[in-house]
């Protein structure tokens, strides 16, 4: 499926009766500025990314989740001793 000719001319004419002739140089001031961050910020995540090796988890180093730690309970005899105190 190729987008020939044709079908941009319709796209471009699409977009500007959408937009408006004014809004396209903001539009594409705006889609440039977007895909320029777009850019710096995959390569800050590249640089910031470690290495693979030191990601990967052992077997011993797995933490069971707060839903298997069995939450502490009080009961009210508990709290009132604590508030006489």
């Keep these: ?11 471009l004419v699409v977009v500007l ?12 001031k705006n889609l440039g500025k977007a895909q320029r961050e777009f850019k710096s910020a995959m390569q ?16 011993d180093a797995v933490v069971a989740p707060d839903s298997a730690v069995a939450p502490q309970t009080t009961t009210a005899q508990d709290e009132s001793t ?3 105190s």
Excluded at 18 to 28: D, V
Aim: glycine share 10%.
């Design 82 to 84: 604590t508030q006489k």
């Design 1 to 11: 499926m190729d987008i020939g000719p044709p079908e941009l001319i319709l796209i």
């Design 17 to 28: 009766v959408l937009f408006g002739g004014a809004q396209l140089p903001k539009l594409a």
């Design 44 to 59: 800050q995540g590249e640089e910031d990314e470690p290495p693979a090796a030191a990601t990967t988890a052992t077997p």
